[in-house]
């Protein structure tokens, strides 16, 4: 059975899946993202590497590192995921610069419990103010708990310049040209660079970024044609088809969860 349940409260965004045969595709959220593995296994990589996440695992995704995801064999998978804003959680576990996860997958009963617990009080539409307390007690187990390391992985300026230009012009087609002539790369030098720093090639980056920019408008006014129009898909079928690779649910569903 698949299921994609999502709600957010407190400035955080909560998930409770349960999954068989559907695969995430290639994609990163801007986010931070820590889940619980609650049955099955999840199978998924990340910086190059397979990763397994077997009952009571807390994973950790930094932003924009790239993931799929899949249940590891036929018995299926059920796990909850925490989507929280990068500044959020810098101020959660008080750190001024961007950090990273250095370890994916953790076994620890109290800070896995702790996020079940938010990741429930949200799901179940608890008062924000207890969210925002749950919130609080898991990020001094994050602080406690994890391996937090300073972002020693800063793309370089080329990069960054490149999702910038991207970013801005997502309601238009990618414009290969435009952009290697800025960058004064070739085609082909721009699209290998981009994928040795990222894990996508620059069409996917595009992609994920128009989706991201859909949900959040989708989030912010309730009116799924006008995200349509905005961030440049044909359709709505079109957004349906890239939301659901990324987000397991159609931008139809995701949006009568709220």
Known sequence: MEKFLYKKSAG???????????????????????????????????????????????MFFNPEQVH???????SGLDYVMLYIDTQMLLE?????????????????NRLGQRVVNLSQAILSEKDEALCSELFLSLTDSLVLQTNLSLDDKKDGSIIRKAKDMIYGNLEHVLKLDEICTELDLSKYQ???????????SP????????????????????????????????????????????????????????
Request: glycine share 8%.
């Open 12 to 58: 955080i965004t909560a998930l409770s899946a349960s999954m068989t045969e559907f695969k995430y595709k290639k994609h990163a959220h801007k986010e931070y993202a820590i889940g619980v593995t609650l049955r099955g296994i999840q199978h998924y990589h990340i910086d190059g590497s397979l990763q397994l996440s077997h009952q009571n695992g807390v």
């Open 68 to 74: 799929d995801g899949m249940a590891h064999d036929k």
């Open 92 to 108: 959660g576990i008080g750190k001024k610069d961007i950090v990273r996860f250095s370890t994916p997958i953790l076994y620890d």
């Open 190 to 200: 721009f699209i290998r660079l981009f994928k040795a720093h990222t894990g996508i």
């Open 203 to 258: 069409y996917q980056y595009f992609l994920n970024c128009k989706v991201e920019r859909a949900k959040q408008l989708i989030e912010k006014n309730r009116d799924i044609y006008s995200a349509v129009a905005a961030c440049g898909f044909f359709d709505l079928t079109h957004l349906n088809k890239h939301f659901k690779s990324v987000y397991g649910t159609t931008a139809l569903e995701y949006i009568s969860h709220f």
